[in-house]
T-cell receptor
Framework: AQTVTQSQPEMSVQEAETVTLSCTYDTSESDYYLFWYKQPPSRQMILVIRQEAYKQQNATENRFSVNFQKAAKSFSLKISDSQLGDAAMYFCAYRTYTGGGADGLTFGKGTHLIIQP | GAGVSQTPSNKVTEKGKYVELRCDPISGHTALYWYRQSLGQGPEFLIYFQGTGAADDSGLPNDRFFAVRPEGSVSTLKIQRTERGDSAVYLC???????????????FGEGSRLTVL
């Protein structure tokens, strides 16, 4: 079974600064997907960014980018120019390449991101 | 509908009572997932439907939990003889196909917060 570890329960950053959230995972598979989800107080999980394991290039979505280190099984999220609206819980998640059912998504425990004005 | 809809948003019940939580997925999505999110944790898989059938119910914690999707659209999660430990947010997600790739991407509802007194 796959596991996802987020070692930072809480992170704080000044508005407009850059912050990096850490995630490591354990798997024996070579093909899979990795995701970062944002969960604001509304509770809805919102997809921030995805990475296919077979792609060497790190994914980027506007102010959000990842540092994917496949050999180290590390998948960190960098948020540039932090905004007040970025404040939320952030979850790292893993999905098998063929993945349905219990392989749909495996989540970490989350990191609470605080943005200081 | 435009998104995944879950009702009720909040439910407070007494220990030993029966509850039903409803999920209305995005129209046309064949795959539907239920997750449970306890306080301070990431979501944990409960059950996965492909069409009308439960393709994987390995995450249901015990026989007090049951879910149905009789017409392949709306799903109901049913909890009998509720216990205080059942208190959590129950998230529903749907995807177009339920398999890997972008068609398998999960879209989440805002969850139902269950509180058992």
């Amino acid at each position: 079974a796959q596991t996802v570890t987020q070692s930072q329960p809480e992170m704080s950053v000044q508005e407009a600064e850059t912050v990096t959230l850490s995630c490591t995972y354990d798997t024996s598979e070579s093909d899979y997907y990795l995701f970062w989800y944002k969960q604001p107080p509304s509770r809805q999980m919102i997809l921030v960014i995805r990475q296919e394991a077979y792609k060497q290039q790190n994914a980027t979505e506007n102010r959000f980018s990842v540092n994917f280190q496949k050999a180290a099984k590390s998948f960190s999220l960098k948020i540039s120019d932090s905004q007040l609206g970025d404040a939320a819980m952030y979850f790292c998640a893993y999905r098998t390449y063929t993945g349905g059912g219990a392989d749909g998504l495996t989540f970490g425990k989350g990191t609470h991101l605080i943005i200081q004005p | 509908g435009a998104g995944v809809s879950q009702t009720p948003s909040n439910k407070v019940t007494e220990k030993g009572k029966y509850v039903e939580l409803r999920c209305d997925p995005i129209s046309g999505h064949t795959a539907l997932y239920w997750y449970r999110q306890s306080l301070g944790q990431g979501p944990e898989f409960l059950i996965y439907f492909q069409g009308t059938g439960a393709a994987d119910d390995s995450g249901l914690p015990n026989d007090r939990f049951f879910a149905v999707r009789p017409e392949g659209s709306v799903s109901t999660l049913k909890i009998q003889r509720t216990e205080r430990g059942d208190s959590a947010v129950y998230l529903c997600a749907s995807s177009l196909t339920g398999v890997g790739g972008r068609d398998g991407e999960l879209f989440f509802g805002e969850g139902s917060r269950l509180t058992v007194l």
